[in-house]
């Protein structure tokens, strides 16, 4: 495994046991030390709690609807969902989307999830190795996630606002190294870290950092947001600078301001992130308006997906493949089997939206018949 220190810690910090920790996982004494590992335990606590959606804003699917037909003409059993991704063979367009929870809990988490991918057959991404990164402990990241996982796709990830302290192409090759990944993620979550006590302010320079890791690496970067969704704008910077693949990670799922809202140390720092509760570009129009900016670029819609659905919408609006963080945590804490069911379950859901819209694969569903449900008019 490789492990570097590249950079330097965050503040130590007191160690609050969360619930999720309190169920049966004790962490050894240095690292019940962390800030960080403190920090990421609450986010999974916050986000079990039910407490971490958006008020009001959706991810917007719920605005369509598909045409139902009545005569499939297709073996339901025969509906060819499959599709490929970083060269890997995926048998449902779906990834697990990158979670942390601190060494421990994402250790037990990241071999569920890599256990549970092999055997669905589709992708994950590991959450955040910046802790494992600085080599304050490696807890989570190891090559047994690929033994694991097999020959599906496996993502590494750091924070963007990393690039600006450690040295990007190295950071990003060890990165892969560590857990033999197909690619490397880098996530941009602004908002998270302007509401946060103590997170990265400084954002600028940030784009020729993303652009000189993308040109050296040895593998794609994948730039994704954490649930308040890249504009085209953006995503058209971001091609030019060589990123192949973005992950919209658009609002209606998790609220990072809600999250963040609910750990603040104070009322002045809760009233600020509280304001930024429903803040972001809805994963539907995310998705629908960078397929018109960026229409060579591979394009994975999560942030709010529900079910297979809301997938099978993505993909029609012109998604690659669909990811999901939230909604899959609780199964990845009950274990692999609970994993599997879930993953099983929004699979078959995607089939059968195929099955009645009368799509024989993945391909077809992308010109399938889909309405504003509001007027019943069908959209282009
Ligand atoms: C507990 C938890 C931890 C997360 N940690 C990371 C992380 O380390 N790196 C990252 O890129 N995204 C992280 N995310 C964000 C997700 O990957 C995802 O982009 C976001 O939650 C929106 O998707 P969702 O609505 O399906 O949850 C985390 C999400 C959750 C729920």
């Not at 369509?64 to 991704?85: G, M, N, Q």
């Not at 020729?208 to 890791?213: C, G, K, P, V």
């Not at 963040?260 to 509280?274: H, K, L, T, V």
């Amino acid at each position: 495994m490789a492990r570097m220190s590249i950079g330097s810690r965050k503040k130590q910090g007191g160690m609050k046991l969360g619930a999720a920790l309190a169920a049966g996982i004790a962490e050894p004494p240095a690292v019940l030390d962390s800030e960080i590992a403190r920090r990421k335990t609450e986010h999974i606590d916050i986000v079990m709690s039910g407490n971490a959606g958006f008020e009001q804003l959706s991810t917007g699917f719920e605005r369509y609807r598909f045409e139902h037909c009545a005569l499939p003409e297709l073996d339901l059993d025969a509906v060819d969902i499959s599709t490929t991704f970083l060269s890997r063979r995926l048998r449902a367009p779906f990834i697990i989307s990158s979670m942390t929870g601190g060494p421990v809990l994402a250790q037990r988490i990241n071999l569920t999830i890599a256990e549970a991918a092999g055997i669905c057959g589709i992708g994950f991404a590991v959450g955040s190795q910046r802790i494992a990164l600085e080599g304050a402990a490696a807890a989570g990241f190891g090559r047994d996630l690929r033994r694991l996982a097999g020959p599906v796709p496996i993502m590494a990830n750091f924070g963007a606002a990393q690039l600006k302290e450690w040295d990007g192409p190295s950071a990003g090759e060890a990165a892969i190294e560590m857990i033999d990944a197909d690619a490397l993620i880098i996530h941009l979550n602004p908002l998270q870290e302007a509401v946060q006590a103590g997170g990265d302010r400084d954002w600028s320079s940030l784009l020729s950092r993303i652009e000189a890791l993308a040109r050296r690496l040895s593998r794609p970067v994948i730039v994704k947001e954490v649930g308040s969704g890249i504009s085209a704008a953006v995503a058209r910077q971001l091609c030019n600078a060589g990123v192949s693949i973005i992950d919209v990670a658009g609002a209606g799922g998790t609220s990072w301001a809600a999250v963040e809202s609910q750990r603040a140390p104070g009322p002045r720092e809760r009233r600020i992130a509280a304001a930024f509760h429903d803040w972001g570009i809805p994963t539907s129009e995310a998705v629908a308006s960078l397929r018109t900016a960026c229409p060579g670029t591979t394009i994975i819609a999560s942030g709010g997906m529900r079910n297979g659905i809301d997938a099978a919408k993505a993909i029609r609006l012109g998604a690659d493949l669909v990811g999901q963080a939230a909604t899959l945590l609780p199964a990845a804490l009950d274990g692999t089997e609970a994993l599997i069911e879930e993953i099983a379950i929004q699979t078959e859901q995607l089939r059968i939206a195929c099955f009645c819209t009368g799509s024989a694969s993945l391909a077809t569903l992308r010109s399938a018949t889909l309405l504003d449900a509001a007027t019943g008019k069908a959209t282009t």
